[in-house]
């Protein structure tokens, strides 16, 4: 099961790539759909058959995956929060995309130097 986690850090980046397999699936059914009534079922039948594969082995994907324990972490660049699974020992933060490290301790830490000195000048 640690093979799976590998593409997800965090419960929203889940939702986000999964969101785009259950849009393809869904278009290449309608596509499908619409050859079979055109006369072309020898070509959209099968492919209605393979997209609804795939969209129910990608819900059986997901229901596995939202087993997984997460934990709300807050980044340390903007302070968003974070449903990042326990098994990470790193994340890119779901807003700011910058990479966020995890203490041995399990509080977020920032993976790049944040520069405080800077000064804004009008």
Excluded at 25 to 30: D, L, Q, T, V
Excluded at 45 to 51: E, I, N, T
Excluded at 93 to 118: F, K
Aim: glycine share 10%.
């Amino acid at each position: 099961m640690a093979s799976r986690r590998i593409e997800f850090a965090t419960v929203r980046e889940l939702e986000r790539k999964t969101f785009r397999i259950f849009g393809y699936g869904g278009s290449a059914f309608g596509a499908g759909l619409i050859l079979t009534v055109a006369g072309l079922a020898i070509v959209g039948a099968p492919l209605m058959v393979a997209s609804g594969l795939i969209v129910v082995g990608a819900m059986i994907y997901v229901s596995m995956l939202g087993r997984e324990p997460s934990r709300a972490l807050f980044c340390p660049y903007c302070a968003s929060k974070n449903d990042v699974y326990v098994s990470r020992r790193k994340f890119s933060c779901d807003i700011c995309r910058r990479p966020v490290l995890i203490s041995d301790s399990g509080e977020p830490v920032p993976a790049e130097h944040i520069d405080t000195t800077a000064r804004y000048s009008p």
